[in-house]
Nanobody, 124 residues
């Protein structure tokens, strides 16, 4: 079993930056792909980006490509989501998720473990 805890959310002005962290406990998740998703009120949870177990492969949603970067530090059991040039439409609860497979997936049902989420609010 893997427990995930997100941190780093908050309130930021448009154009600003935030870095979210996803810390794993319970067992190492160095062999697991990790994804970031977000959910705004009244909307479905959507894929933001994901990283393979080694960090050698990443994928991003078109809406964040070029602005967001995912990285991981396996010895620290932590995955990061660096968010730059934030826009009001990025406002949402952000969730990290891990899957039992090492390769990237983009759908929520492909992930096995979820964190509780951290709120990101971008003001205009």
């Amino acid at each position: 079993q893997v427990q995930l805890v997100e941190s780093g959310g908050g309130l930021v002005q448009a154009g600003g930056s935030l870095r979210l962290s996803c810390a794993a406990s319970g067992r190492t998740f160095s062999n697991n792909a990790v994804g970031w998703f977000r959910q705004a009120p009244g909307q479905e949870r959507e894929f933001v980006g994901a990283i393979s177990w080694s960090g050698g492969s990443t994928r991003y949603a078109d809406s964040v490509k070029g602005r967001f970067t995912i990285s991981r530090d396996n010895p620290k059991n932590t995955v990061y989501l660096q968010m730059n040039s934030l826009k009001p439409e990025d406002t949402a609860a952000y969730y990290c998720a891990a899957r039992r497979r090492s390769w990237i997936a983009t759908m929520t049902l492909e992930y096995d473990y979820w964190g509780q989420g951290t709120q990101v609010t971008v003001s205009s």
